[in-house]
């Protein structure tokens, strides 16, 4: 067992020296720094195969839609009058003319589309589940059952639609159901009845964000560059905001290769780089991963409940099948972080070089998702499971003698008494949030 736990200590420190982001890993990579617009990255491919005698009979998951437009069209609106407005005073630069024609393109293409699937994020959800099959061929060429449900977003119920498509053309005979109720938002999406206690300190780091965001988000190198008098521009452009429109113009142009426009030479490689920081920061606070700040994850539990119940539902039923999420970055990333990945947890305060140890370009790109795949032995009560993020093997905090395996009835244990301690409170139904 001591070498075991040896083993196991150098396999994650070996993969905490390689998860550190670098400057020169965002230089060579630049589409790393959309964060998490960046397109979903190719797994490593390396699967270990499961202990001998051991078989996949059950994959439970849970996934972010694909590729999308800008949520709102209120980016585009803003800078189109911005660069009107400078047009009409002549104050705009050669340069600025350029990047007002190509905003025009683009807000022309995104018009009456905030929001939705790309053709690339219905290619991402295809891959997804064409190597799934290919991944797990005995366990899903079978007469199986795929249950599949999601948000009531068009761009995930969309993604849920392709991935399960694409399984059903690779194995006809699966039968697959579909839902997006909102029955089942409770757990599939943030479940905003559970009360997050207060912290103190949680104030303090939205004060320290914005300084940080206004020092590397100024905007002053984009008004410099866009008009022949910044100082009027200023009488009716707040730099600050401007910039942060037109960095998720930039990063947004990465979800929409046919269209061919790009804006990342408003920012250049420091710029970019200095957007993602700032972006990075922002959902490691938002959504409580920040050490000081509000425990937001705890609307996250549900999910994990759901995950732990329908398992071992599963198990007792002595049953295979294949159990489908589909929803957003905003429960992907939590997700991880209450499960314990080391992708998600190594995380802290200090803004400045949070991304050193933490990036939403590992955790959430487009098409994101979390996989608990299960394996039992015929004649062994032990089911195994292993965690897949992104479809790369990963960690949890549980002790294993086989890892990137673990013992399900230790995993499910750790879990069950993770949600105990936390002593979820509910508001009650009149003081529920909208």
Known sequence: MKKTVLILTGLLLAWAAGAQTSREELLSHMELTAGNYANYPAPTGHLTPAPEGYEAFYISHYGRHGSRYMTSDKAYRRLRHQLDSARAL???????????????????????????????????????????????PALLSQPLQVS???????????????????????????????????????YIKSNKAIVVPPCPTDGMLYDKLEQFKHKLLSGEPQMQALFTDPDKARTFINPCEMAEDLFKTAIDMYCLPELGIRFDDLFGEKGMIDGFRVHNASWCLWEGLMPGSEKSYYRIYPLLQNFLDEADAMIAAGGKGIRLRFGHDSIVLPFTFVLGFPEATNTTDDMENLHKTFSIFRLIPMAANVQL???????????????LMNENETSVP??????????????STYYRNLIEDAHLQYQTPEEDED
């Open 90 to 136: 002549g104050i705009l630069t050669p340069y600025g003319k350029d990047v007002r024609r190509r905003i025009k393109v683009a807000s022309a293409d995104a018009r009456d589309r905030a929001g939705e699937l790309t053709a690339l994020g219905a290619r991402q959800h295809q891959a997804i589940a064409r190597r799934m099959y290919d991944n797990y």
């Open 398 to 411: 549980v002790k294993t003698d086989c890892y990137p395996y673990y013992h399900w009835s230790d995993v």
């Open 148 to 186: 599949a449900n999601s948000s009531d977003s068009r761009r995930v119920m969309l993604s849920m639609a392709y991935f399960v498509n694409e399984l059903k053309a690779l194995n006809p005979s699966l039968s697959v159901s579909m839902d997006a109720s909102q029955h089942d938002l409770y």
């Open 373 to 387: 795949v299960f394996f039992r032995k015929d004649g062994s009560n032990d089911i195994l499971v292993k965690f």
